[in-house]
């Protein structure tokens, strides 16, 4: 069993396009997995409601749960189901705060700019009193719609800025700004299940699966 937080304080930083792919390589993997938008804009749960409209399998089970019951109501469903992955809204809210109480590990997508850095102080003060209460808590930061561009430095940038901050660990896995990633989304689909594919979004999404659900598993690089 595991609960595992997609959220941040900055919002369009790709958490439930993360979410929504993480939630459906879990369900292909054979494992009964539930995905917990947390979001007013409902963004997950429409996904998963066009999946399910459009006969997908497997089918990835969505609810939506709001306010400060959620820590208890996560602690409830983890005895129901075998993995939960919540998306939080992009925003200091009672929900993001009620979930890294009882999550496992919490990754917080940025994008490689300096805006998005900015943030993680605030995040990282977030992580360090969630663990006062929850010591079991880890918290990655993913860098997300990164430039394909190898001459682009952004990501690098990013990851140097990251060694500043205590509570926070740099994710291994770098998310590339790839319209695969908008195609999948409209049809409720992970880049892994459309056809065509695009083979390196695939990869991507593979190797975070890999990253949160088997480090064991994950090679040591990526390369953009």
Not at 204 to 221: A, H, K, L, W
């Amino acid at each position: 069993m595991s609960i595992i937080l997609i959220g941040g304080e900055k919002g369009g930083t790709g958490k439930t396009t993360l979410s929504a792919n993480l939630a459906a390589q879990r369900a292909n993997a054979g494992h009964d997995v539930l995905l917990v938008d947390t979001d007013i804009q409902g963004s997950a749960s429409y996904w998963a409601a066009t999946r399910e409209e459009n006969g997908t399998s497997p089918r990835v089970n969505s609810i939506q749960k709001f306010g400060k019951a959620l820590a208890s109501e996560l602690q409830d469903l983890a005895k129901r189901y075998e993995d939960i992955i919540v998306d939080a809204g992009g925003r200091d809210s009672v929900e993001l705060r009620a979930a890294l109480v009882v999550a496992d590990r919490v990754y917080a997508p940025i994008q490689a700019s300096q805006f998005d850095v900015w943030t993680l102080d605030r995040m990282d003060s977030l992580v360090a009193q969630a663990q006062s209460l929850n010591q079991d808590l880890n918290a990655w930061v993913v860098i997300n719609r990164a430039s394909p561009n190898p001459s682009v430095g952004e990501a690098k940038e990013a990851q140097n800025i990251l060694a500043e901050f205590e509570h926070l660990n740099l994710a291994r896995t770098i998310i590339c700004d790839r319209i695969a990633y908008r195609k999948a989304a409209r049809d409720g689909l992970s880049v892994s299940e459309v056809h065509p594919q695009d083979t390196k979004a695939a990869a991507e999404i593979d190797f975070f699966y890999r990253e949160v659900y088997g480090n064991d598993e994950s090679p040591n690089t990526q390369t953009i």
